[in-house]
């Protein structure tokens, strides 16, 4: 495997070299994974970025993220790999880039981190690769998932009466609901909890495939529903229930439960 140390990438077997302008392309493609380091000019940090990370310069040129193959692109994999000041950020479009941890909302995504890295973002602390919230529960059935085992598993399809379960890293692949966060209080201080229909994460942003998670029509109010492409949306002015276990999220009025 190679080194993800200071300075430095873990990319498959081999180590790519911030400090050369090189990024992890991760591609899949038939079920198989590829990791290679390609030198990406201007890296690891690209003026510009909001919100979800959309820009020009990450959808040209070597490992574009545009490309139907590519799934990430890591330009860092902890702080150590950024500046004084800065930490790394995997933005919900697919890449890293080192961001100034001191503008609040830098980043639009979450703090990535190693193991032997600290985590930048204020009551984090660094689980599988992420910085997440120092003490999380996340509900889980009749139980609360923490520790060294954080993650919420369910069955979304029969028996439907199998229960759910907690899990270090991942659902196995016949459980495809995935649970990070069950509410906000599950994330960091200003982070959301946003669901897919498969899953459950904490983000700084619910971008235009997550909504935000919720309790009652009240938590719903003034919520704005992003387009795909952070353009357009609706407002939410109410509480819905999903087929995620446990979890209802904002909808617009008369939106038929998922």
């Known amino acids: 495997m190679g080194d993800a140390g200071p300075g430095l990438i873990g990319c498959g077997s081999e180590s790519c070299r911030v400090a050369a302008h090189e990024a992890c392309c991760v591609r899949s493609s038939s079920g198989m994974e590829r990791r290679d380091c390609v030198v990406v000019p201007n890296g690891p940090r690209f003026d510009g970025l909001a919100r979800f990370g959309r820009h020009d310069s990450l959808t040209r040129g070597p490992c574009a993220v545009s ?13 150590s790999d950024c500046g004084a ?18 503008r609040p909302g830098a980043c639009g995504g979450v703090e990535l981190c190693r193991g032997d890295d600290d985590c930048v973002t204020p009551g984090a602390v660094c689980e599988q690769g992420i910085c997440v919230r120092s003490g999380r529960e996340v509900a889980c059935g009749d139980q609360s998932c923490q520790g060294a085992e954080p993650i919420c598993c369910a069955r979304n399809g029969p028996p439907w009466s199998e229960p759910t379960f907690c899990a270090a890293e991942a659902c196995p692949p016949h459980r495809s609901f995935e649970l990070r966060c069950t509410a906000h ?3 960091l201080d200003g982070q959301l909890c946003c669901a897919s229909r498969q899953r459950s994460a904490c ?48 909808a617009p009025r008369g939106a038929f439960q998922d």
Do not use: I
């Open 203 to 250: 983000a700084w942003f619910c971008d235009g495939g997550t909504t935000p998670v919720c309790a009652s029509d009240a938590d719903c109010k003034g919520v704005v529903l992003r387009g795909e492409d952070d353009v357009g949306g609706s407002e939410a002015d109410q509480c819905r229930g999903t087929v995620l276990p446990t979890v209802s999220h904002c």
């Open 85 to 102: 000041g800065e930490l790394c950020c995997e933005w919900s479009a697919g890449w890293s880039t080192c961001v100034d941890a001191t």
């Open 185 to 187: 209080d599950d994330c």
């Open 67 to 79: 490309d139907s193959v590519t799934q990430r692109r890591l330009h860092c994999d902890g702080a």
